[in-house]
């Protein structure tokens, strides 16, 4: 990619940016949230159209004007959110991204790939519906469909962002032997051990320009880390001993079953105490979602009960429990906040009522506070910007400011550093380390299990809607989190 620009009003997403990956190579791509990196990437497989600049696949000048063309340039894509229909056979999966007007044979489709599979030691049943597959076989599928198309650039978006453990150790030594057979990889990663274990060149992306172009083995993490965000990166803030408070939260017997009538809950029971963080372990789709959805208010009716503070919130609304002391921050921030609306706005979402005076609303008071909790949090916006405009890290602070400005006695959060990069990750962990040692219980459900391990007190593993196990964090590792997230111990 030869001086790729991308301007979107105001906001020059991408600067001149020069990107070379050569065969059997492995190419990290690293920035911040905001630096350039999707718009470069969907540049290169024809989602978006630059401004300026150029592509050369094997030394020829590309055109690349959407998908399609870039399939057949033989440029591949694997992002985080699979773009498979779940119903249909892996096969028919691949046969559905086929171009108009071939003849097409399912037979000789399967055939191929079974051969592409058992070159890359994939165990996988190509008839099978993609519905019964983990999120690790899925994530296959996906790169099966790019190598069916005889894919030479395969771009890996986050790969490991859902995936256990062992389904990171697994992917990458796919990826080693993609790279021995000579295809080029881009792997986009903000966790930097798995770039220094994957790579070897890496590219860093800062405000849109590229501003370094190294090899893997010649910087540290804390150089390229410095690289991505132009600054020294905070280290984990200092705990405190671990607190012997009282039961906050407590969680008995809750029960959920799903349409069918399959446990997605299953008489579980969880205690938080106050200066105690709870991190949730367990592969998604193991009944994290709906637990936490419980706690927040929102979800379906279930059995049992979920206390704070002796008050009982089964089974009520998100006002009710957000009065009874919870702070709730959502897997998806974008739902949580008004995108349309302003920064000022949405850090007092739950509160305007405060602002309500006989002559209608104190806008000069929600502007002095919104200019209080934006230089307390280091939220990079104006009081008066929508919040549609923010990068991830800085929608994540304005939430953050939202509800820990109120100090609340419990904390449950889902995925909190998702997507995020590693200055905006470091300053949300810590940010829960804090409130723990200031004496909130603060649940945590994330599939980072590195996170799990960085911020938790003790882990509870949830597997098929049960608690299968409660360890302390400081006696476990990511492996054997692992082996019990999938049902068996180490």
Known sequence: MRGISKRYGAVLANDSVDLRVDHGEVLGLLGENGAGKSTLMKVLYGLVRPDSGEILVNG????????????????GIVTQHFSLAAPLSVV???????????????????????????GLGFDIDVMAPVSDLSVGERQRVEILKALYHQCQVLVLDEPTAVLRPQEIDSLFEIVERLKGDNTAIVLISHKLAEVRAACDRVVVLRAGRSIADVPVASATDAELAELMVGSVVPQPAERGSQSDGDVVLNITELTLNGPSGEPLLDSVNIDVRAGEILGIAGVAGNGQSELMAALHGVGPTVKGSITVNGIDVTNTNPEKVRAAGVGRLPEDR???????????????????????????????????????LIDKFEIKAAPEDPVSSLSGGNMQKVLLARVLSESPDVIAVSQPTRGLDIGATRYVRTALVEQRDRGAAILVDTQDLTEILEVSDRVAVMSRGRVVGVVEASETDAVALGLMMAGRHA
Do not use: C, W
């Open 334 to 372: 974008h739902g949580a906040m008004v995108q349309d609306l302003s920064v000022e706005l949405n850090l007092e979402l739950e509160r305007l009522d405060l602002y309500s005076t006989k002559s209608g609303f104190d806008r000069a008071a929600l502007r002095r506070r919104a200019e209080e």
């Open 92 to 118: 028919d999966n691949i046969l559905l991204t086929e171009r108009s007007g071939q003849l097409l044979n399912r037979k000789a489709a399967a055939a191929n790939l079974l051969e592409l599979a058992e």
């Open 60 to 75: 020829r000048l590309s055109t690349i004007d959407g998908p399609a063309s870039a399939i057949a340039a033989g440029i």
